[in-house]
């Protein structure tokens, strides 16, 4: 399966899935590692990270992603389904409000960059 094919499976998935040890986990912080779980694919994840990271450098930070995917409606005891649902709503509200980012021709969310940026730290 190619990027392009992962993206489009993503997409149309709604990006996530809820597999819990299917992704890397990073040191810290611990929300990080919920999230990585939250991947499909965490390989072509760290691709696509890596490329959001080149054009966002200052958020190459484990714990600067963290805050900025969940922002404040996570907290440790929200359990895995309402942590998707989260996320996936916070990448609706990007597209609505136009916060996007497009990489090597694809147009994603800020969360869903991040999300995938985390993938890479």
């Keep these: 399966m190619n990027r392009r094919e992962i993206l489009a499976t993503a997409a149309a998935a709604g990006l ?3 597999s819990p040890g299917s992704a890397r986990a990073v040191a810290a912080p611990p929300e990080a590692r919920r999230l990585l779980a939250l991947l499909r694919s965490p390989a072509a994840a760290r691709r696509i990270g ?3 990271l080149e054009t966002s450098v200052d958020e190459a930070d484990p714990a600067k992603l963290v805050a900025l995917i969940v922002g404040d ?3 440790r005891g929200t359990a895995d389904g309402d942590l998707l649902r ?3 709503e916070r990448q609706r509200a990007d597209f609505a409000a136009g916060r996007t980012v497009k990489l090597d021709g694809w147009v994603l969310s800020r969360t869903e960059a991040r999300l995938y940026a985390l993938a890479a730290v």
């Design 50 to 52: 890596l490329a959001y």
């Design 86 to 88: 989260h996320v996936a």
């Design 73 to 75: 409606g996570v907290d």
């Design 16 to 18: 996530l899935c809820a």
